[in-house]
């Protein structure tokens, strides 16, 4: 699996934006989103099953993120609004194969492949 993360940029906070994972290769893998900030450890952000049954979240992004994802275009999406100048950070969308009890890895260490991250940065 080859992913490809975009739509990263600068944006006032308040603001929105949409990622975009572009998924090569196999299909059947649950996805997920990760960030991470300068000194800080990547953390999760949200993630979604194979068939878009089941999605996750992290508390701080229940409220403002919502990922999805399009089967036909093997595209995984995370749009964000009312960003925060604490939402700045560098994104990463990652995946591994499908799991069979339904349960979306909120780990990195549940990801087996990583796309190269996409920068977010948000104005005060």
């Known amino acids: 699996v080859q992913l490809q993360a975009s739509g990263g940029g600068l944006v006032q906070a308040g603001g929105s934006l949409r990622l975009s994972c572009a998924a090569s290769?196999?299909?059947?893998?649950?996805m997920g989103w990760f960030r991470q900030a300068p000194e800080k450890e990547r953390e999760f952000v949200a993630g979604?099953?194979?068939?878009?049954?089941?999605?996750v979240y992290a508390d701080y992004a229940k409220d403002r993120f919502t990922i999805s994802r399009d089967g036909a275009k093997n595209t995984v999406y995370l749009q964000m609004n009312s960003l925060k100048p604490e939402d700045t950070a560098i994104y990463y969308c990652?995946?591994?194969?499908?799991?069979?009890?339904?349960?979306?890895?909120?780990?990195?260490?549940?990801?087996?492949?990583w796309g190269q991250g996409t920068q977010v940065t948000v104005s005060s």
């Open positions: 990652a995946a591994v194969d499908r799991s069979l009890t339904g349960r979306i890895a909120t780990d990195e260490y549940g990801y087996d492949y």
């Open positions: 290769g196999r299909r059947s893998y649950d």
């Open positions: 979604i099953s194979w068939g878009s049954i089941t999605t």
